[in-house]
């Protein structure tokens, strides 16, 4: 009996370990955000997101789910899906202002700030409306947390989605001219960091991997989708990424909808 419970928790520990893992990338991608490694850090959120999906698939292979783990995957989607992409798009908005790199305080002695400041005199107040993220995924990771009974596919825009969108448009600056064609600004970036947060606490259906009553009734649904991604990107890379997740909530709601 004492054997089957160690073999148990020991089963349990594995993807406790990579929900761990998701939380170490999060970590690691906000150093880089906030020290001029955005590549870095897109790429902790590919990551972390690779682990949040396996830390899931692993514990329903080893029959070994728990509410460790379950509060564990909570704690580690609000660092690297919620606080890291709303730092690297705080980052990148405050590289497209003018006095970037300008310190709001007075230097004396001539000495440097080591990095890029906050800006003074309210000039970019708006640069709060990022802290939105991490608010709104922390709601809806303590609302999932609270169901009591699992729905068949996703209420509101789950938490890695949203990162991996982000992840995709920032990704695909350097390689599609969208700032030079929409004259993008830095406050664009923050109406519409509004607008994605609202979306994580929306009540909108959104189309899930994991095994339900959909997958079920089009049981090689989800197989087309992961295709479909990978060929993306890998056709098309950050771009092709930010696409498809752009696409996935307007899909997700014709989806669940009509079939």
Known sequence: MNNHKEGQSFWVFVPNVMTLGNLLCGCLGLVGAFNGGEGWALYCIAIAAVLDFADGATARWLRAPSEMGRELDSLADLVSFGLLPAALLMVHSRSLMP??????????????????????????????????????????????????????????????????????????????????????????????????????????????????????????LRYVIIVLVAGAVGVWGFSGLFAVMFLYIPISILILRWL
């Open 99 to 220: 006095s970037y790199g300008m310190s709001p305080w007075p230097l004396e002695l001539n000495t440097q700030w080591p990095m890029p400041t906050f800006p003074s005199n309210g000039e970019a107040w708006w640069l709060l409306c990022f802290a939105a993220i991490p608010l709104a995924s922390a709601w809806r990771l303590a609302r999932f947390n609270l169901m009591k009974v699992p729905t068949p596919h996703f209420i509101g825009l789950p938490t890695p989605a949203h990162a991996i969108l982000w992840m995709g448009f920032l990704g695909s600056l350097s390689s599609w001219p969208v700032t030079w064609l929409l004259k993008l600004e830095g406050w664009h970036l923050a109406l519409a960091a509004l607008g994605s947060s609202a979306l994580l606490v929306s009540n909108l259906p959104m189309v899930s991997l994991k095994p339900s009553e959909l997958s079920k009734r089009f049981p090689y």
